[in-house]
Structures are given as C-alpha cells and as structure tokens.
C-alpha cells in the first residue's frame, strides 16, 4: 500500500499539470479539478494492472480521456441535452463576471475551445494529444488504440479542419 501510495505521489508531482492541462483542452472548461484527483485515485487502484507497456504519462492520459467521457455521459444522462457538445455547455456554466478578465488572449482560447469541439471526435482526440500535450506518434496511438498511420493521417486531417474552421470564424 505504501509503496502504490508512493509512485502515485511521485506521478502526481510529474504529471498534474500535464493531465489538467490535457483535461482542459479535452472538456474545454478550467474547472476539471475533480477530474484530475479521480485520475490518480484510477491510477492508484489500477497500478497492479499497468505493465510498464507505455510510460506513465501515457497511461495516465488514457485514464483522464476514459475520465472525461465517464463524465460526459454523466452530464449527458443528467441534463439530457443533446442539442450542444458538453464543451459548449460546461464553456457557459464558466463565469467571467470580472471584465478585468476578459482579454483578447482568453478570446482566442475560447474560440479555439469552440472550434476544436466543433471537430469530430476523432479528431478533437488527436489533436489534443499530439498538437496539444504534445505526445508522439506511439503514446497517441496507445492512447487512442489506433494504429501509428491512423494517428498520423487523423492529425493530419484534424489540422486541416481546425485551420478551414477557424478561417471561417475569422470571416464573420
């Protein structure tokens, strides 16, 4: 016990901020505090089933996408709205009553958010591992259970559809 104990503190410490930040970009709200802590105690009652196939990163960004689309479905069950993506929902739920908040920069966040939720899945995931969290070709395709050329093709592809969405938001 002490010893899973141990490695998840010491994963903690490395990886928090990198599983927040891929949270983040994956529900496209800041408020994913509670979903990172489930992430570790995950990790903590799984460790006997990780086989040091991938790295730990890895593997704990399996456990926070598993996280997010538990708690999608949760949100989905709940309010069963299937009208906006939970991104849109949970982006509208955030307050910005302080206008001192409210920068140019913040904008252009939202609006990449909103424009990478409008993708199609497959691609908000691939995007968001490797341009996002920056992960190789391999982790992604761990993650994600696709093949490399599947990674490869599908980021490809998501970029494309990002850049044209984005051109046309600049458009209106």
């Not at 800041?30 to 040091?52: C, H, M, P, W």
């Amino acid at each position: 016990m002490t010893n899973v104990r141990e490695i998840i503190s010491e994963w903690f410490y490395l990886y928090s901020n990198d599983v927040y930040n891929f949270l983040v970009y994956y529900t496209g709200t800041t408020d994913v505090e509670d979903l990172v802590q489930e992430v570790f105690i995950k990790a903590g009652r799984g460790l006997n089933s990780y086989k040091n196939l991938a790295p730990p990163k890895t593997w704990l960004f399996t456990i926070a996408r598993n996280t997010a689309i538990d708690e999608a479905r949760k949100i989905e069950t709940k309010t069963s709205k299937k009208s906006a993506p939970l991104y849109e929902r949970l982006l509208k739920q955030q307050t910005t009553a302080n206008p001192e908040h409210i920068l140019l920069k913040k904008e252009e966040q939202r609006e990449l958010y909103l424009s990478i939720s409008k993708l199609k899945k497959k691609f908000r995931e691939v995007l968001i591992l490797r341009g996002i969290q920056g992960l190789s070709v391999r982790e992604t395709a761990q993650i994600l259970n696709w093949r490399e050329t599947e990674v490869r093709t599908n980021y490809h592809r998501a970029l494309k559809a990002l850049r044209l969405h984005l051109s046309q938001e600049d458009r209106k």
